[in-house]
């Protein structure tokens, strides 16, 4: 496990982004966890965030020309991503979307840098993938070239079709999807003291019952 990992778990266990219980998901099913990338609500724990995402893109050897947030949860971590790319000293471009278009002013629903080149689109987790694939209509509208999504963490669950989400996009979309985290890593780092046995023996179950094979 890489220490951006390790890292990045850590701060979903302080701030409660990762919560063990009994959570109904959208699908119906009783999940012993849940994740919630919104209760990243301070300064420094979006930066801390940030600098994870980045070092998740530097490890993935992806070459990308710009950055994408789709509205409403990637816009600040766009942000973010790209101020710690500049921190590394690099000066990425990046650009978000509006949910509904402005009829005044600059108009439109792209703010930011001009879609352009190869772009990686930025966001939490992906559930139904509806603002994953809308971000890539928009910027193949833009004449730019979506080539990857780098998400907190990949859920690694079966879908109806037997696929998972991220299985699902990659195949769908024709991009790559990066998590910082999936499901089978989290149990490893939980299994060191992150969880009691129970909630380890719950993930488990739901991952034997709903997950996709690694």
Known sequence: MSAYQTEFLQLALDHEVLKFGEFTLKSGRKSPYFFNLGRISSGMAMRALGS????????SGIQYDMLFGPAYKGIPLVTAVACAQAERGIDMPYAYNRKEAKDHGEGGTLVGAAPRGRVVIVDDV???GTALREAVRLLKDAGAEPVAAVIALDRQEKGPSGLSA???MERDANIRIIPLVTVQTMLGYLAGGGADDATLA?????????GVSP
């Open 52 to 59: 994870a995402y980045a070092e998740a893109l530097s490890v």
């Open 126 to 128: 992906l559930t139904a």
């Open 166 to 168: 991220v299985q699902e």
């Open 202 to 210: 719950a993930i488990r179950a739901y991952q034997a019952q709903y």
